[in-house]
Nanobody, 124 residues
Framework: QAQLVESGGGLVQTGGSQRLSCAASGRTFSGYNLAWFRQAPGKEREFVAAISWSSGNTYYTDSVKGRFTMSRDDVKNTVYLQMNSLKPEDTAVYYC?????????????????WGQGTQVTVSS
């Protein structure tokens, strides 16, 4: 069973950059589709980005396209979310998630494994 641990959150000013990491323990990412979600106070958890295990393709929600980049390092068994040009509306708890269902999805309900989350706060 995969265990996911996020790191890299914190306080950043508007326009700044931050990189989140998600490391797997207990097993490798092999065969798992991975994603980042976020949840702001009083809002539902929303999809941010995903990377397909089979194709390596990445997918982003419209609000982060051109600013965020998701990548993975199979040697380090870690996925990253590079966030640039951050805005106050990016403030949220960011979660790493994984599933091994064999298809790409932005539906949080399809992800079986979740990290504990890391807080990202963008000050205006």
């Amino acid at each position: 069973q995969a265990q996911l641990v996020e790191s890299g959150g914190g306080l950043v000013q508007t326009g700044g950059s931050q990189r989140l990491s998600c490391a797997a323990s207990g097993r490798t990412f092999s065969g798992y589709n991975l994603a980042w979600f976020r949840q702001a106070p009083g809002k539902e958890r929303e999809f941010v980005a995903a990377i397909s295990w089979s194709s390596g393709n990445t997918y982003y929600t419209d609000s982060v396209k051109g600013r965020f980049t998701m990548s993975r390092d199979d040697v380090k068994n870690t996925v990253y979310l590079q966030m640039n040009s951050l805005k106050p509306e990016d403030t949220a708890v960011y979660y790493c998630a994984a599933h091994a269902r064999g298809y790409d999805t932005t539906d949080a309900g399809r992800y079986d494994y979740w990290g504990q989350g890391t807080q990202v706060t963008v000050s205006s």
